[in-house]
Each structure stands twice: as C-alpha cells, then as structure tokens.
C-alpha cells in the first residue's frame, strides 16, 4: 500500500511538470509572432512620424529662402532608406499585415503603401502604366482619346497603343467586341486614366475606355496591378 502511494505521488509531479511545459510551449509559438507584429508596427510609425517630419521641415526651409538651413536627426532601426529621383523612401519587409496588400494612403507628400509599386505617366496623346516583378518592368501604353465632355473617335482595336517587358515590346493585337458584334467595336468616347496624371507607389491603376457604338453603349475597364506582368480587362456598364 504504502509503495503504491508513492508511485501515484511520483506520476503526479510528472503530470504537472508537464502541464507547465506543454504551457510554456504555447505561449511561444502563439507570442513570437505576435512580438513580431508589434515590433514591425512600432517600426512602421516610427518611420511615419520621423518621414513626415522631415517633410515638414523641408517645406519650412522652402518658405524661408535661399541660405535657410536645419539639423534634423533621422533615427530609423528597421528597414532601408532610399533617396532618388527627388524622392525619398523607407522600406520594410515584414510577414505582419501592417497595411492592406496593394493599398496605398496619401499624407500631404507622404505617401503609404503595402505591396504597390505601380506608376503611371500621362501624356498629351497617350497614358502609360508600369509595375515591376523582381526587377523586371511590365509596363503598357494606351491611347489618349477625347474626354468626358468632348467625345471623340474611337477604336478597341487601338485603344492599346503597345506592351513591353523589359524593354522589349510584345507582339500581337487586342479586339474588344460585345457578344462578338463588329459594330460594337467602334463609335464615339473618351478613354481616361485613373488617378490621373504621373504618379508611384500605386496599389493598381486603371484606364476606363467608354464606348458609345451604333449598338451598345459600354466601358472597358484595363487595371494593372503591382507586381503583375499581365493587364486586366473587365467589361461594365452595358446599355
């Protein structure tokens, strides 16, 4: 009796023991990343705060005048900082979901984004979209034509001017028709790019074409979004 005592006693304190340990186990898997996430967010304002400050103080020694000057100390542990091009850039690689994948929020001159490196450039006759996949440039050029208030001729076949990658333009040609209706494949509109006008660190952008045919009336939506080597075409609007 009293042997058998001791053998539950001793199973016990094993149990319990391993009780604690499967315990401490748990909180280490679910806690790691979690600290992760908070360190890669506490890094995240960090970089925001110390980006828009800088942007302050730039603005201030622009309104001051030649031979105004400043010290502004720049503390930044995570990630990297670029300057190019009149730009300057903070980036961070992080596995935490800080911001919305291809999302991208202004702030005055700042701008904030997750995932989104496409540019556009909008010219007197035509617009251009561009993105980058691993350092390859995808990028595509479309024709400018007429405006909201002043429609013009217009053609689906040409509303792609040309498609490169990386540098070297790509062959064929784009036919949009509706219900495979030749007619619905010229007429009168406009084509205009959204946002307008030279921009980066775009989540996506996108040129809405809008047709007005002998038999429809429509929109061809054309999106590029980041990071793809490909362009979306959705058909919308049809009357």
Known sequence: ???????????????????????????????????????????????KETMLQIDRTIQEVANEGEGSQRILPV????????????????????KSQVLDERSSINFG??????NANVKTYEFSDHFVMQTEIEGDIFNVSMEKIGSENNFSSINTSNI????????????????????????????????KMIPAGNNTNLGKAKVI???????????LEFTLESFADFLSVELKNVN
């Not at 503390?75 to 992080?94: R, S, V």
């Not at 074409?209 to 429509?218: C, F, Q």
């Open 1 to 47: 009796m009293i042997f058998k005592k001791k053998a539950q006693i001793w199973i016990s304190a094993v149990l319990y023991i391993l009780i604690i340990t499967s315990s401490i186990v748990l909180i280490l898997k679910v806690g790691i990343p979690l600290l992760e996430k908070m360190k890669d967010r506490s890094s995240f304002s960090n970089a």
């Open 75 to 94: 503390d930044i542990k995570d990630g990297k900082i670029k300057i190019d091009n009149n730009e300057i850039a903070w980036e961070l690689k992080t």
């Open 109 to 114: 001159n700042l701008i904030v984004s997750s």
């Open 160 to 191: 792609i001017r040309d498609v490169y990658y990386n540098g070297e333009r790509l062959g064929g040609s784009f036919n949009f028709l509706v219900n495979g209706d030749v007619s619905s494949g010229t007429g009168n509109g406009y084509t």
């Open 209 to 219: 074409a809008h047709i007005n045919s002998s038999s429809y009336t429509y929109d």
